[in-house]
């Protein structure tokens, strides 16, 4: 009988320096938007550092929003935007 054993695949990911959201947040949200085209998808923004993981390509524009405690309100905005 053969064994039922899982394969774990593990995503390709990749890191990269950022300029810095509060220093070229344009730049960085161009390389995010061109990243996606390239078939990355963004994971985490940890300070300098940006995880990306590798995806389908996808035509996607990012922008930044710098809330420390939004409403719900706020979220179901953002939904109803198709953001």
């Not at 695949?9 to 300029?19: C, K, L, N, S």
């Not at 509060?22 to 990355?40: P, S």
């Not at 300098?48 to 990012?62: D, H, K, R, T």
Request: glycine residues 6%; contains cysteine; hydrophobic residues 40%.
């Amino acid at each position: 009988m053969p064994s039922s054993t899982t394969t774990k695949i593990i995503p390709v990911t990749r890191r990269e320096i950022g300029a810095g959201l509060a220093f070229a947040e344009e730049h960085d949200l161009h390389r995010l938007t061109q990243w996606a085209a390239e078939g990355w998808r963004v994971v985490q923004i940890n300070g300098m550092y940006i995880v990306l993981e590798q995806s389908a390509p996808e035509q996607a524009i990012f922008a930044i929003d710098y809330q420390d405690s939004p409403e719900p309100e706020y979220f179901a905005m953002c939904e109803a935007a198709g953001w």
